[in-house]
């Protein structure tokens, strides 16, 4: 039963939002010069194939699909190629290589590409050389084709991102917040972006607005044990029980 006066707290559900991929929310930094200079000039790619690699978060699909927009490029994901697409003459973007799901589909749709003499960009989180692709003619395929690295995101890049993050949820950080945030999490931009959805609907559950406190329970949640994982932190389905314990 109820006490009088008890009103119950609505939790915040947990929610997937699209990817932002508009040009103006691109933040052009020193670590994805080369990747721009390269989408803006096509008749340098060897082979007419691009591959743009780096982490996950780095902004090889926001790149991607800012490059496939201005170009009316057909969008492809390779986990999802199961059988060989035909360009019909438009440029192809092919997303994750590393993750393809059926590399002969992936090496049938380059060979059909390239018989079209149509442009390819595909993107992948490890350097084409090193996957371990099957069958061989795709991985020469691979590796006959400009790769460019997206570098790690500088101090920077990540000042403008977590100010955009937090900014296109309407949420206000206080500096001295957002100096603590970018000092103590990874400074990966997918850690970031997950820091702030995370901050935001741990902020929601509790009516309360962004704070250090609820900021200090993210760093367990989101620390980065080993450098060089490329994965991002699993998404958070509600608040977990430290968070709940502050109510």
């Known amino acids: 039963m109820r006490s009088a006066g008890y009103e119950p707290r609505q939790m915040a559900l947990p929610?997937?939002?699209?990817?932002?991929?508009?040009?103006?929310?691109?933040?052009?930094?020193?670590?994805?010069?080369?990747?721009?200079?390269?989408?803006?000039?096509?008749?340098?790619?060897?082979?007419?194939?691009?591959?743009?690699?780096?982490?996950?978060g780095s902004g090889k699909s926001?790149?991607?699909?800012?490059?496939?927009?201005?170009?009316?490029?057909?969008?492809?994901?390779?986990?999802?190629?199961?059988?060989?697409?035909?360009?019909?003459?438009?440029?192809?973007?092919?997303?994750?290589?590393?993750?393809?799901?059926?590399?002969?589909?992936?090496?049938?749709?380059?060979?059909?590409?390239?018989?079209?003499?149509?442009?390819?960009l595909m993107t992948c989180r490890t350097p084409p050389a090193r996957l371990p692709v099957e069958p061989p003619d795709l991985a020469s395929r691979l590796r006959a084709s400009l790769t460019i690295r997206i570098?790690?995101?500088?101090?920077?890049?990540?000042?403008?991102?977590?100010?955009?993050?937090?900014?296109?949820?309407q949420m206000s950080l206080p500096p001295a917040l957002h100096q603590f945030l970018l000092t103590r999490l990874p400074r990966r931009p997918a850690v970031l972006r997950e820091a702030i959805a995370r901050l935001d609907r741990y902020a929601l559950a509790l009516g309360t607005a962004?704070?250090?406190?609820?900021?200090?329970?993210?760093?367990?949640?989101?620390?980065?044990?080993?450098?060089?994982?490329?994965?991002?932190?699993p998404p958070a389905e509600a608040p977990p029980a430290a968070i709940m314990s502050l109510l």
């Open 210 to 233: 962004p704070s250090r406190r609820l900021a200090e329970r993210l760093l367990d949640e989101l620390a980065d044990p080993e450098e060089n994982d490329l994965e991002p932190p």
């Open 62 to 120: 926001h790149l991607a699909w800012i490059w496939a927009a201005r170009t009316c490029a057909t969008r492809l994901d390779a986990a999802r190629l199961r059988t060989p697409a035909s360009p019909g003459g438009a440029p192809l973007l092919i997303e994750d290589i590393d993750a393809a799901a059926a590399p002969l589909a992936l090496f049938a749709t380059l060979e059909r590409a390239t018989q079209a003499a149509v442009p390819v």
């Open 151 to 169: 570098e790690p995101a500088e101090p920077e890049l990540l000042d403008a991102l977590l100010h955009r993050l937090a900014a296109a949820r």
């Open 15 to 56: 929610f997937d939002e699209p990817e932002r991929f508009a040009l103006a929310d691109f933040i052009e930094a020193a670590s994805n010069a080369a990747a721009r200079a390269a989408l803006a000039a096509p008749g340098d790619w060897v082979n007419r194939r691009l591959v743009l690699w780096g982490e996950a």
